[in-house]
């Protein structure tokens, strides 16, 4: 089966996000299950300037604001994957962030940009841009790449299936209804039944509406858009597509993340040999400036300081966790004020909270293979990737449960003990009360080595591969794919 893949970043080139690390390893792992797979790209610098091999596919006249767009044939660096990239300097050739200036504005032009990048995922998908090479199916990430479902549905070749998986329903791409006429497109989709939302512009719902399949990268996150509290005003759009919508688990690129196979720690281990992971706790100490106590429990973090990661209960239940001996670790980038309050907490007690700000995906792997717990308290989490890196690395998740958190991981209930099924912590209500008690339960079990170890071995018996996500995304596919 022939599938394109459509998106807007993708690790290890550009990376904001989960989203990254997904394009960055399905892709591999549906070559793996026999699926011909290419992806397109924006051609954004980090990405233009790595692709390997290209070649020009085809020259695309004048559209969306930019005067020359070509589109090119490659291949990804590492993975080898075949990679079309749409070179486009004017809407793409920018610094930083993919979609955001230097100053945190949104670019003016993202629905230029990102239509774009639809328009050309749809063509690909007609056999007018490439002729040696036209996917039977599409598959849109986010709302960056969800208006290829609706440039389908406004001109329907007949074989295109497509599917749109939400990784995050909280960033829509909503834009102005004056930039409507901007994308091309028929009147009647700037209605409740395509693209319109609130007189706005909402590019994710071309994704919802206009997709054959809707799929997010959890079961419970699928279950919880649905609803008012987790569908950020789409959970009526999403309830209308009924059982067309699913969860798929994302994976953990055991390549990159492996602590047996890891060079950049401190020191290897593995289930059975688990010496290093001591030797990386104490580089991390060393390294962060925290006090050198083996005895203590570290919480780490590594997240984006956003509100929806949840961390301002984290600050809420620091007293609690300082006061039973613990150390947090924190490494993250985002919200000035959660920055700074982070900050101010790592200056009130030196030695026992270390606070780096910003992105750095080294020492996320430091980090996450020295401490012993690692927190994700999230207020809404489609899947969550940390956890299932904490699970990998034997760094105990304590998680809220919500979403992708639920699903992978097993609290460490008096039952769950007992069956040896516990690989974390879990606990419901957003306050930091909760968070402190299950902090609490975490750092009394922590002080049984023996019992800590039987979690760390559950955790990191886990097996969540890429294949398996794979092998459900190939059965999605022959469903749509099959000749109707
Ligand atoms: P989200 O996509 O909502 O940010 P995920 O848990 O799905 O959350 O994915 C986050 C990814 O970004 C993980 O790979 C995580 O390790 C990484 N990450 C987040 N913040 C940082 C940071 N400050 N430095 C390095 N990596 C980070």
């Not at 233009?48 to 930019?66: M, N, R, T, Y």
């Not at 930039?179 to 994704?207: C, I, N």
Request: hydrophobic fraction near 45%; proline fraction near 6%; glycine fraction near 10%.
């Amino acid at each position: 089966m022939r599938v394109l893949h459509v998106g807007a970043e993708i690790f290890p080139l550009v990376k904001t996000g989960g989203l990254a690390d997904v394009l960055g390893a399905l892709p591999q792992a549906l070559i793996g299950q026999g699926a011909d797979v290419r992806l397109l790209l924006p051609g954004l610098p980090a990405i233009a300037d790595a692709v390997l091999h290209q070649k020009i596919v085809a020259e695309i006249g004048p559209s969306f604001g930019a005067a020359r767009i070509t589109l090119r044939l490659g291949q990804m660096p590492y993975s080898h994957v075949p990679a079309y990239v749409i070179d486009a300097p004017f809407l793409y050739r920018r610094p930083g962030s993919p979609y955001q200036a230097s100053d945190g504005s949104e670019w003016p032009d993202n629905a230029q940009r990102f239509a774009l990048l639809g328009w050309v995922g749809a063509h690909l998908a007609s056999g007018e841009l490439d002729p040696t090479w036209q996917p039977e199916l599409l598959h849109a990430h986010d709302w960056h790449a969800a208006m290829a479902c609706a440039y389908l549905a406004a001109h329907p070749p007949a074989s295109t299936a497509t599917v749109f998986t939400v990784h995050n329903l909280a960033y829509q791409g909503l834009f102005p209804s004056g930039d409507f006429p901007l994308l091309g497109l028929s009147s009647r989709f700037m209605a409740s039944t395509g693209l319109e939302y609130h007189q706005q512009v909402s590019f994710m719902k071309a994704g919802l509406k206009f997709a054959q399949r809707v799929t997010t990268v959890s079961p419970t996150y699928a279950r919880e858009i649905g609803t008012h509290e987790f569908g950020f005003g789409l959970d009526g759009v999403i309830r209308g597509r009924g059982a067309d919508v699913s969860g798929v688990l994302n994976g953990v690129d055991g390549a990159v993340w492996d602590p047996s196979t890891d060079a950049g720690i401190a020191a290897r281990y593995s289930a059975v040999q688990l010496a290093g992971k001591a030797r990386c706790k104490q580089a991390l100490q060393a390294e962060l400036g925290l006090a050198p106590r083996a005895d203590a429990p570290v919480f780490g973090v590594v997240s984006r300081l956003t509100s929806q990661k949840g961390l301002d209960l984290v600050l809420g239940a620091l007293p609690g966790l300082l006061r039973r001996g613990g150390q947090l670790a924190l490494q993250g980038a985002g919200d000035a004020a959660l920055e700074a309050a982070f900050l101010a907490a790592a200056k009130a007690h030196p030695g026992e909270v270390a606070v780096r700000i910003g992105y750095d995906e080294a020492l996320a792997h430091r980090l996450i293979a020295g401490a012993d717990a690692i927190l994700v308290p999230s207020r809404f989490e489609p899947c969550g990737l940390t956890q299932l890196y904490g699970l990998r690395y034997g760094t105990l998740p304590v998680v809220r449960r919500v979403g992708g958190l639920a699903d992978t991981v097993v609290d460490a209930s008096d039952d769950a003990l007992q069956a040896d099924r516990a690989t974390g912590f879990t606990f419901d209500a957003a306050t930091p009360a909760a968070l402190d008690a299950a902090l609490q339960r975490a750092s009394t079990l922590y002080a049984q080595p023996e019992r800590w170890r039987r979690l760390m071995a559950r955790a990191m018996a886990q097996d969540f591969s890429w294949d398996g996500a794979a092998q459900k995304y190939v059965a999605l596919y022959r469903d749509l794919i099959r000749p109707k």
